[in-house]
């Protein structure tokens, strides 16, 4: 996974490739799936919702730009597989999921297999998390109509916010830093993620 889809598509960062080396992908999903957990897509996690294609995860995490002693913050655990990537980079996680059961899965995993610097919890990551506000990084792993604000603010002077931003069914990865004169948007890759459902989000999953 780490040479062909990785290395052969341009990514650089050693740690990424590292991390990603190191995170065994086939705990993230359902037993059933296990045999194929390393293949270049993404699978169907239950509750209607994936774990993304290893490649995506490389490229927004290489985006958070990440050296090891950040407070990151992700919207969206999902099956818990970027969080435990982003755990091994960064010195604390916080990761939000709004369906309570995947959460729960989460926690008791992170828990088993000894990811001791992430939290879970279950909410509307679309809020942020302003009591543990600001963060070095923020990553939403589920499409956006639009760049929030209270997510820009909720960043650090310097840090990075990773988001796919468009569509219902297909956006862009946007990079989005903040420095003391304002903020800076750089686009990168076309990407198609499941949307994110919350207050400064899309309003339902009609
Ligand atoms: N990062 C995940 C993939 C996430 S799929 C992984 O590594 O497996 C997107 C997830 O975002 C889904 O689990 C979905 O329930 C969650 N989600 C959607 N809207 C959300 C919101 N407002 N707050 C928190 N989680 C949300």
Redesign the pocket.
Known sequence: MVEHQLKARGIKDERVLAAMETVQRHL?VDERLRDRAYDDCAHS?G?G????QPYM?AVMTELLELKGDEKVL??????????AVLSILASEVFT????RP?ALKVQVLYRELGYSNIHVIT????LGLPGQAPFDGIIV??AAPRVPDVLTDQLKTGGRLVIPVGSRYSQVLYQVKKTASGISTALSTGCV??????KN?WQDNS
């Open positions: 993230f996690i509750e919702q994936t774990i993304s995860v992700e919207i969206g655990t999902g099956s818990g597989y970027q969080g939000v999921e709004r369906l995947l909410g509307d990551g679309t792993t589920a993620f499941v949307p994110l459902i919350g989000g």
